[in-house]
C-alpha cells in the first residue's frame, strides 16, 4: 500500500488529510519536504502552499513517488513542476476544486490536471480524496485544473471580488 504524506500548512490539507484517513488510508501529517523522508516504500505527497519554492525535491523525490499538488498559485507554473518531478522518476498531478471542511467527512470534489491514468497510487488515493470512487475528473494536463476550478468558481459568482480562485492567485500572476 502506498502510504500519503500530506506537507504543508494550507488549511485544506488538514481537510484532506482528515478523508484520506477516513477513507482507510495511511496519512503522515508533516509540514515540509523533510516530513516524507520519514516515510519508507511507494508515497503519494499532498502537498500545499509554497514547497516549490525552493525544495530539495533531489533528495526527497523517489523513482515511483506520485506528487499531488493542492497549491493555489498561478496555473502556468504547473506544468513546469510537472516536468521536474517527472525528470526524477516522479508522477505529478495537480487537484483543484472547493476545498471545504465537510470535504474530510463527505469527499472532495476534484478536478485533476496531468495524467492520472499513468499511475495506479494516483487513482487510488483521488479514489479516497474523492466522495465515491472514480468521481473526480480529469479536465487536462498540468495546470488545466487550476483553470477548470477558476472558470468553475467565477461563473458560481465566486470571482476576484469574493476571493474565488480567481482572486486566489491560480488564474492571474500577481
Do not use: K
Not at 516524507?36 to 505527497?45: D, T, W
Amino acid at each position: 500500500m502506498t502510504a500519503l504524506a500530506v506537507l504543508g500548512e494550507t488549511p485544506a490539507l488538514g481537510w484532506l488529510a482528515e478523508r484520506a484517513f477516513r477513507q482507510g488510508g495511511v496519512v503522515l501529517r508533516g509540514h515540509d519536504w523533510q516530513d516524507a523522508m520519514l516515510l519508507n516504500g511507494l508515497r503519494c505527497l499532498l502537498i500545499g502552499e509554497g514547497l516549490f519554492a525552493a525544495p530539495p525535491l533531489h533528495q526527497v523525490l523517489r523513482p515511483g513517488d506520485v506528487v499531488l499538488d493542492v497549491s493555489t498559485d498561478w496555473f502556468e507554473q504547473r506544468p513546469q513542476r510537472e516536468s521536474r518531478v517527472h525528470d526524477l522518476g516522479g508522477h505529478y498531478l495537480e487537484l483543484a476544486g472547493p476545498l471545504a471542511p465537510w470535504g474530510g467527512q463527505y469527499g472532495f470534489a476534484l478536478a485533476v490536471g496531468g495524467q492520472p491514468q499513468d499511475d495506479p497510487a494516483a487513482q487510488q488515493w483521488l479514489d479516497r480524496l474523492a466522495p465515491l470512487p472514480r468521481s473526480w475528473t480529469w479536465v487536462g494536463g498540468a495546470g488545466a485544473a487550476a483553470i477548470a476550478d477558476g472558470v468553475a468558481d467565477g461563473a458560481a459568482g465566486g470571482g476576484a471580488a469574493a476571493g474565488g480562485a480567481l482572486g486566489s492567485g491560480r488564474m492571474r500572476s500577481e
